[in-house]
């Protein structure tokens, strides 16, 4: 997974009925822009470290 600030990150819900996650990439710590990345969670004012998992794919901003 490679991601730039700005992306979007879509956490698929793990089970049944269980709403899907979103956040955005706000700062990526390697030139390979590879995890972990430091995202802001849509429901949340602060931000974390985030190691993405298999749920997970980025949606870019670009358009």
């Given amino acids: 997974m490679f991601a730039k600030v700005g992306d979007h990150i879509l956490v698929r819900g793990h089970r049944m009925g269980q709403p899907d996650r979103?956040?955005?990439v706000c700062e990526v710590r390697n030139?390979?822009?590879e995890?972990?990345?430091v995202v802001q969670?849509?429901?949340s004012d602060h931000q974390e470290l985030f190691f993405p998992?298999?749920?997970a794919s980025v949606v870019s901003n670009e358009t």
Avoid: L
């Fill in 22 to 24: 979103h956040c955005i």
């Fill in 31 to 33: 030139e390979q822009a």
């Fill in 35 to 37: 995890p972990p990345y």
């Fill in 41 to 43: 969670w849509d429901n």
């Fill in 53 to 55: 998992g298999s749920d």
